[in-house]
Structures are given as C-alpha cells and as structure tokens.
C-alpha cells in the first residue's frame, strides 16, 4: 500500500510568519505535488516535482516556495505567510510515465494564518 | 480552468446503483479519465480510470461515451462509506505532454441509510 505521510496535521502561525509543511513518501515514486484546496475550488497545484533537486511550477506558486530534497522529501515553503494562504494543503506521488498513472495522497495538513 | 462539469451534489438511498454523471466536451485525444473520491479531512483517493473503453474494478464500472465527451461513474449498491465529494478529472497522457490533474469542485454524494 502506498504511503505518503504529512506534518504537521495542524499548523497556526500569524501573517509574516515562517512556515515548513512536510511531506515524505515511501512509494519509490518519482513525483511528488503539492496541492491547496479551499470551499469552493477543487484541488488547485502549487508545485510539483519528478525528482530529488527538481522543482516545477504548478498553477497558483505565488507566495510559495517548494524543495525537494530527497526522493522521499517534498517541503513547501511560506516565507512571509499570509491570511489568504490558510487552506488545506495536501501533498501527493506518483510513479510517472504510465498510462495507468495514480496519485496517492497523505492525510493533508491544515493552516491557518491569523 | 475547468475542463469537466459534474453536478454539484447528488443523494441516494442506500443499496441503490449510483450513475454519477460528467461532462467533458474539450476532450483530447491523449486525455484519459480519472475518478478520484474523498472524505472529508482526508485526501483524495483513487476510483478508477479509462480513456475509450469502459472500465470496471472492485469499486465502480465507468461508463464512457462513444465520442468521449462524457462518462458516468456507476457505483452499484451503495453504502454510507461511499460518501464522498467524487471528482471527475482529465489528464493528459504522460508519455506525451503535461502531468498534472486537473481537479475540480467534484460532486458531493450523500447516501440516506
């Protein structure tokens, strides 16, 4: 069964602060995502990644950072983290170049910025 | 930018077949078909996927169009754990172009006991 774990759960932090979510897969897959949800949007892409030291833009990156520094490790980054930033975020893998492709999610984590 | 159209919300009694419609007029041919449910505080989790055939496992049959430009997740049999928001989403085939899916708003199924 695939495995991908987020941390925190819960996160509160006050607009301008310094934020690190995590995420770590043990799938040995190549891709890795970071998604945001909000009431009213579907799942919208932040960044992704198909490998250690890569780093591609996804569809709303304004205002976050994201480093992958393993295959295993995929951190997003808010430096000076603001109210419109409190969401639900979620982080995904997947094995990439099949047909048969299947996102596997972690449990997501939720921030709020105060 | 949305490239399906479901409804938003959908309700069923329990042991009832579920047809759960979407619509994807925009279709490519290189864009495959992809179901993905999710529970509340939980992420999304992987249904089925087709890109001409219709498709069945062990939890839906996905029936798609003849000219592709929708499909019909059918759920037989229904239970209070396939409560769920159920996305219908398209995605490019990753031997060719872009990797991403494109998630929408996704369409809420409540399932009366």
């Known amino acids: 069964e695939a495995a991908v774990t987020q941390s925190p759960r819960n996160k509160v932090t006050v607009t301008g602060g310094n934020v690190t979510l995590s995420c770590r897969q043990t799938n040995s897959h190549n891709y890795m995502y970071w998604y945001r949800q909000d009431t009213g949007h579907g799942l919208r892409l932040i960044h992704y990644s198909y490998g250690a030291g890569n780093l591609q833009i996804g569809d709303v990156p304004d205002g976050y950072k994201a480093t992958r520094t393993t295959q295993e490790d995929f951190f997003l980054l808010l430096e000076l983290a603001s109210p419109s930033q409190t969401s639900l975020y979620f982080c995904?893998?997947?094995?990439?170049?099949?047909?048969?492709?299947?996102?596997?999610f972690g449990s997501g984590t939720r921030l709020t910025v105060l | 930018d949305a490239k399906t159209t479901q409804p938003d919300s959908m309700e069923s009694t329990e042991g009832e077949t579920v047809h759960l419609p979407c619509s994807h007029a925009t279709i490519s041919g290189n864009e495959y078909i992809y179901w993905y449910r999710q529970v509340p505080l939980q992420g999304p989790e992987y249904v089925t996927h087709g890109l001409q055939q219709n498709t069945t496992n062990s939890m839906a049959f996905l029936a798609i169009a003849s000219d592709r430009k929708s499909s019909t997740l059918i759920l037989p049999h229904v239970s209070l754990r396939d409560a769920a928001v159920y996305h219908c989403i398209l995605r490019v085939d990753p031997n060719t172009g872009y990797q991403n899916f494109y998630f929408g708003k996704g369409t809420s199924l409540t399932v009366i006991p």
């Open positions: 995904a893998s997947s094995g990439g170049g099949s047909s048969a492709e299947t996102l596997y």
